[in-house]
């Protein structure tokens, strides 16, 4: 049981700073790892290099480290912290502490996208795969919205979970139909893209990924006080002197969308979402202010590890990442039962 | 001026009417209890005052503007509520729970400073909530809640402050220290208390003015002596009181006859 600490400033900035820390030995020692072993004392002298801007990308180690590791480090990291960020929202917004962002349909929706786009061969176009599978994120939420919305008034929380809850299933049906009409390779990459996988991403979709985390962290920060009060209940939240329904559509739409670039890009990855949220309310509490900045830092270092695990176990061949967080999902869990029956 | 007046309000959820022509005015610092029958329309009336529910027609008035011209942070700054209960799904502690009463004064981006821990802190204390104020909200007793909500709401410092049924789940002695606050703010700080309650005693022993509501209408408004009366009573609830006198306060006392 965490002791309350008062949750100021330098205390937000503390944490972060510890988490950060850890972030970045977590991606030096992700960088030495693969099917090809780096020595960590390599690993730092080429990122020293680097900033020094002598690096030599003849080099076979630094190849690696600067144009397939570092890349695909980063992308596991924005990928982590878009599903965290996107978790700790929707189970704030939702009430529901085992919330994820998929919870509205997103996941079943960009899935669609994604298997069409495989089916007629959109992956010979750039960006032609992702491009659907965020087209059928978005068509998802529009469609939940207008679902949930047409039902009465405002926004409430049991009609967007319905909703989503209907559209997903309906999802589900399509998906499960052109998996039963694809021929064995099409199975192949959509069965790797259900599962979730960060090998796929150029260098330009992951900067357009990065850069939508960053405006979607500053932008859900400005609201984190907000949050603290809608998690207290609508009402109460109104009563103190929030806006909530354009709060909630803000909110809503900006997790979204970064659910679904995350989404569109790497598959659905499960677990992550709802996972990295709980954990750092158990260990960090509710305030807001201090859980998204720390939910990002651990969802980054938390997926970066899973990825390297699956790069590691059979190399040279890979995982999807996927399957690892889902084996991370399990155990949690029933730690969290252990832990409700003391 | 009246700090709060209700002009003709009329109300319906859907197409059932919930609030029919009710008109009043309650100055600065009185305190008023609205009592009246289950779905005689209270909470709802408590709602158009505090601007969650606007009125289909007629004004409701704060300070003498409309609540649909007021931001809700400018309301919560006004106007503070005890609720009956409130939801604590994610474990927040006490104090943070008070700490949230400030959110109107802040802007988005600080964080709360001395002054705001200041202003915590002695809601804690006038609450007697200090001795929990670092467990969480949800393992805390309903009594204990109650009192951890009146502490939030006072640290708002509002001018105005609603009581949803606030003293329900308050043991004697709470309930006593409670009441004896609200009379020290109402004189000390003008503080305006608009109450919601079904125990008529605590109404008549403590408001200025009552508000019987029956069905949507005011059916009495006045002194607790105009208004408590067992024919109101009769008329209302459908049920034999005997009314005399409290021998201490000479106010209105009121006893079930079945």
Known sequence: MPIYRRVTLSRVLQISALMLMIFVVICIV?????????????????????????????????LIIFSVRLPRIIFAGVVGAS?????????????????????????????????????????????????????????????????????????????????????????????LFFLSIVNSMELHSITFWLMGDLSGASAKEIYVAAFCLIAGFVLLYAQARKLNLIVQGEDTAQQLGVNVERTKQALLIITSLLTAVAVSLAGIIGFVGIMVPHFMRLVFGSDHRLLLPVAALFGASFLIVADTIARVVLAPAELPVGVITALCGAPYFIFLLKRKSH | MPMISAENINF????????ENVSFSIDEA??????????????????????????????????????????????????????????????????EIVLMGRFPHLNKYRFEDKKDYRIVHEAMEKTDTLAFASRRFNELSAGERQRVLIARALAQEPKVLLLDESTVFLDLKHQSQ???????????????????????????????????????????????????SAANIKEVYDVDVLVDQNPQSGLPRMTLLT
């Open chain 1, 83 to 175: 599903l965290s960020l996107g978790g700790v929202v929707f189970q704030a917004i939702l009430r529901n502490p085992l919330a994820d962002p998929y919870i509205l349909g997103i996941s079943g929706g960009s899935a669609l996208g994604a298997i069409i786009g495989i089916v007629i061969g959109a992956g010979s176009f750039y960006l032609g795969i992702p491009l659907l599978a965020f087209v059928g994120a978005l068509a998802t939420v529009f469609l939940v919205f207008a679902v949930a919305g047409s039902v009465r008034g405002p926004l409430s929380d049991n009609s967007l979970l319905l909703s989503g809850v209907v559209v997903n299933a309906f999802f589900s049906a399509a998906i």
């Open chain 1, 30 to 62: 992700s960088l030495s790892l693969g099917s090809v072993h780096i020595d960590l004392i390599d690993v730092l002298r080429s990122l020293v290099n680097s900033f020094t801007g002598k690096v030599s990308l003849s080099s076979q180690e630094e």
């Open chain 2, 178 to 228: 409670f009441l004896a606050l609200l009379r020290q703010l109402n004189t000390a700080q003008q503080l305006t208390v608009i109450f919601v309650t079904h125990d008529i005693n605590l109404a008549a022993q403590h408001a200025d003015r009552i508000i019987l509501l029956y069905s949507g209408k005011i059916y009495a408004i006045g002194k607790p002596a105009e208004v408590i």
């Open chain 2, 30 to 95: 009185q305190i008023v209890a609205i009592i009246g029958p289950n779905g005689s329309g209270k909470t709802t009336l408590l709602r158009i005052i505090n601007g969650t529910l606007f009125p289909d027609a007629g004004q409701m008035l704060i300070d003498g503007k409309d609540t649909g011209q007021w931001s809700r942070q400018e309301i919560a700054r006004k106007i503070a509520i005890v609720p009956q209960e409130t939801a604590a799904i994610f474990p927040f502690y006490a104090e």
């Open chain 2, 12 to 19: 319906s959820y859907a197409a059932k009417p919930v609030m």
